[in-house]
């Protein structure tokens, strides 16, 4: 771990690595060298996000006030999620609403495959299809590529239509 990551962490996910360190024998004072700052400084970075370090038992652990305060950090916690699904719970429901309705339209692995060997081809389309079909995509889908939805159309008909015993 460099000493730019280190300080660009989050104290959340500071401490537990350097708990994890402690665990394997570090001290405080090695940490602080294998990371490349003072021990002065690592020991403010670490106290950010209050957390603490329990000598006896060679840990960090969150500084708690009260019992008031820890339940109401968790209480807050808790309501963050139940906020954010309140805000966009009609967001929820229609994607709920979609997927029941229509299904999920997931792609075939094959079209977007790392091995897959792309070609070009030019092929005659009725021109009020296509447009329609371009609507449709960019009405309904258009975090995707039409390629990718005209290559999902292509495999869905090779097994809607192949004959009975074939499939």
Do not use: W
Request: net charge negative; with cysteine; aromatic share 10%.
């Amino acid at each position: 771990m460099d000493k730019q990551t280190f300080i660009a962490m989050l104290p959340e996910e500071r401490v537990p690595k350097v708990n994890k360190l402690l665990q394997e024998g570090y001290d405080l004072k090695e940490i602080s060298n294998l990371i490349g700052i003072p021990s002065s400084s690592f020991s403010k970075l670490m106290r950010e996000g209050d957390y603490i370090y329990h000598k006896a038992e060679k840990k960090y652990y969150p500084f708690v006030r009260s019992e008031e305060e820890r339940v109401s950090i968790i209480a807050t916690e808790d309501n963050d999620e139940l906020t954010f699904l309140n805000q966009h719970i009609d967001t929820l429901k229609k994607v709920i609403m979609h997927f029941e309705e229509r299904g999920a339209l997931i792609l075939d692995k094959s079209i977007y495959s790392k091995d897959a060997e792309f070609v070009n081809k030019s092929i005659r389309m009725n021109n009020k299809i296509y447009k329609e079909f371009s609507c449709f995509c960019e009405e309904y889908y258009p975090h995707l590529k039409n390629q990718d939805l005209i290559a999902q159309a292509l495999i869905d008909a090779m097994k809607k239509y192949k004959p009975n015993g074939e499939r």
